[in-house]
């Protein structure tokens, strides 16, 4: 009897802990998620910056892939166990955007439109599929040390 108890006792601490790890790992999904919003970000400062229209007709072509990506990274900071995970995914994409802006802040304008005209050149091409495409791609190339969940 208290051997059953036991191993019922370690099974439900494994669950536990295999559950709570998962909450702190990158599906392929998440990945794929923030490399959109990274992508939509960058180039909403950019187009802010250069003062064009880009960012406005990307968004416009792409909204409802950019609602989903922004929906599956709000799931993923729920996963970790955010309070309100809205709250936390908002304050994410300020202070990514607040550094973005800082790195373009320390070189002129002209350069940072010039140095931006083959990434805006492809955000005007790209549609819902495209995006998926290049977000896919970056979150495969993706070099950080953020785990990767096992499923």
């Known amino acids: ?3 059953a108890v036991l191993a019922a006792i370690l099974a439900v601490a494994s669950v536990q802990g295999a559950s709570a790890a998962d909450r702190r790992c990158y599906s392929p999904v998440d ?3 923030e490399q959109a919003i990274v992508f939509q970000t960058n180039l909403m400062v950019i187009s802010s ?4 229209e880009v960012y406005g007709e990307f968004r416009a072509r792409n909204s ?3 609602i989903r990506y922004q929906r599956i990274m709000i799931a993923h900071f729920r996963r970790e166990g955010a309070r309100n995970a809205q709250n936390e995914f908002d304050s994410w994409n300020t202070s990514l955007a607040n550094e973005i802006a800082l ?3 320390a070189e002129p304008t002209v350069e940072v439109c010039q ?9 005007s091409t790209l549609d819902s599929r495209g995006l998926h495409e290049y977000a896919v791609a970056q979150a495969a190339s993706a ?3 953020r785990q990767r969940c096992a499923r």
Do not use: F, V
Not at 49 to 52: E, G, H, I, K, V
Not at 117 to 123: C, D, P, V
């Open 1 to 3: 009897m208290r051997k």
């Open 31 to 33: 990945m794929e998620a």
């Open 49 to 52: 910056a250069c003062r064009d």
């Open 64 to 66: 409802s892939a950019i």
């Open 103 to 105: 790195k373009q802040g």
């Open 115 to 123: 140095n931006a005209a083959s990434l805006e050149k492809m955000a």
């Open 143 to 145: 070099t950080d040390p």
